[in-house]
């Protein structure tokens, strides 16, 4: 399915609890030509629209901690702009009646062919009156072109292209970690005979560097038996 140049790498926010239905709808999603980031539940969507720019969401409603009904309400008052998707296994009329009252756009209910899916956010996302992109000032951001990465203040540092390889990966996978393959991966090199005190090394100096900026947190943290984290809000940006 072609997708109108208009929407091509929309933001989108996919929130799905279901680790394995979550990773294989962000990979059709990706594919078709979209940018999107997978998240579990409520907390994790906030988190993310604070920092990130959107302009859809897909949204699950058996979530834990918050449902889906209520985000949907939430964020239909605090962020108008943004396209929601019900995608959700309740499949009564009831329930359907429910989700587009509370605000959804559409209401789709599991399982949806990708196709179908795809089709109703490109029909949706061609409808929205397009908004300004715009992320809150505290937010750093990275040009992967000119290797730039500017803090909020303004202070700016030139990563090396290693260094510039391994934030691109951590920003994939924001706000959760990035694996340890994923990162040997990224810096070009085979996960079963990589040296790994090269991507120890690799990490040390990123981390020293991005502490140059002055953040009152780390920004570069380990994951327990996963990988490393980037923990301040950060977008990518082009010239």
């Known amino acids: 399915m072609k997708i109108p140049s208009t929407v091509a790498g ?44 959107c302009r859809l969401i897909v949204l699950d409603l058996g979530l834990p901690g918050e449902d889906g009904l209520s985000i949907c309400r939430r964020v239909r008052v605090s962020r108008p702009e943004i396209g929601i998707v019900m995608l959700t296994a309740r499949g ?27 089709a109703v956010i490109r029909n949706l996302l061609c ?18 072109v000119t ?7 303004g202070s700016v540092l030139l990563l090396t292209h290693s260094e510039s390889l391994l934030l691109q990966t951590l920003l994939r996978y924001a706000p959760g970690p990035a694996s340890r393959r994923q990162l040997i991966e990224a810096l070009g090199g085979s996960y079963l005979d990589f040296d790994e005190r090269r991507l120890e090394m ?3 100096r990123l981390r020293r560097k991005l502490g140059q900026l002055g953040s009152a947190d780390e920004p570069l943290r380990a994951a327990r038996g996963v990988g490393y984290q980037l923990t301040v809000p950060c977008v990518l940006q082009s010239t």
């Open 10 to 53: 929309a933001p989108i926010a996919l929130v799905e609890d279901n680790l394995s239905l979550r990773t294989e709808l962000v990979f059709h999603l990706n594919c078709a030509g979209f940018r999107v980031t997978g998240l579990a539940d409520g907390a994790a969507l906030d988190k993310h629209l604070s920092s990130q720019p």
């Open 92 to 118: 009564m009329a009831a329930d359907r009646l429910i989700g587009l009252q509370d605000g959804a756009d559409a209401y789709l209910v599991k399982p949806t062919p990708p196709d179908e899916l795809l």
């Open 127 to 144: 409808r929205l009156q397009p908004a300004p992109l715009t992320v809150p000032p505290h937010v750093w951001h990275f040009d992967p």
């Open 147 to 153: 290797l730039r990465l500017v803090s909020p203040d």
């Open 202 to 204: 690799a990490v040390s």
